[in-house]
């Protein structure tokens, strides 16, 4: 199984600062088709998850621009460039590549 | 509004069965994959089936296979999740998910619980 590592755990943030996300995977997420599928959620507060980024850099319809995606093989980082309180939750990625699909243990952002 | 709405959840106790639901709205189900994703109390998300839209392909978590059964009836516009010989350890929120393309689930239902205990 693909190993998702995300660090950090938590994240306490300024308002209108920046914050940024690491996630590692065990295997390489680049297709031979030259798509790279990783995939980002967001869990806000008692709610369901919500997909934010998919393959690595394009967001989901609605998603602000204060979040960006970038990396490529196993290494992959998701920026938010300016924190706002509803930013939130508990961010997720995911490989989508291969089965057993598998996500990363979670980072918890929290506002100060 | 494309909307995922799962039930059917509730207590069982371990060796037990449920079958949870998720009725789909706002979208064509019978053209996309649907999945089922889990998360146990305070944990984080696990994957736990998936089927593409005519059922030709299914695809488990270990965890779950040989015990769970994932189907759908896209007359009915509705996804199921068959879970027989339930343990301690699948207690959880389970979630409903429409794929968007390779994995990345763009719709998610609202989730149904799931306690397996004596």
């Known amino acids: 199984d693909i190993v998702m590592t995300q660090t950090p755990l938590s994240l306490s943030v300024t308002p209108g600062q920046p914050a940024s996300i690491s996630c590692k995977s065990s295997?390489?997420?680049?297709?031979?088709?030259?798509?790279?599928?990783l995939h980002w959620y967001l869990q806000k507060p008692g709610q369901s998850p919500q997909l934010l980024m998919y393959?690595?850099?394009s967001r989901f319809s609605g998603v602000p621009d204060r979040f960006s995606g970038s990396g490529s093989g196993t290494d992959f980082t998701l920026k938010i460039s300016r924190v706002e309180a509803e930013d939130v939750g508990v961010y997720y990625c995911?490989?989508?590549?291969?089965?057993?699909?598998?996500f990363g243990g979670g980072t918890k952002v929290e506002i100060k | 509004e494309m909307q995922l709405v799962e039930s059917g959840g509730g207590i069982v106790q371990p060796g037990g069965s449920l079958r949870l639901s998720c009725a789909a709205s706002?979208?064509?189900?019978?053209?996309?994959?649907m999945y089922w994703v889990r998360q146990a109390p305070g944990r984080g998300l696990v994957w736990v089936a998936r089927v593409n839209p005519d059922e030709s392909v299914i695809e488990y978590a270990d965890s779950v296979k040989g015990r769970f059964t994932i189907s759908r009836d896209n007359a009915k516009n509705t996804l199921y999740l068959q879970m027989n010989s339930l343990r301690a350890e699948d207690t959880a929120m389970y979630y409903c998910?429409?794929?968007?393309?390779?994995?990345?689930?763009?719709?998610w239902g609202p989730g149904t619980m799931v306690t397996v205990s004596s």
């Open positions: 998910g429409k794929d968007r393309n390779w994995n990345a689930l763009d719709v």
């Open positions: 995911m490989q989508g590549i291969h089965l057993p699909l598998t």
């Open positions: 295997q390489s997420l680049l297709h031979s088709d030259g798509n790279t599928y």
């Open positions: 393959e690595v850099s």
């Open positions: 706002g979208f064509t189900f019978s053209t996309y994959w």
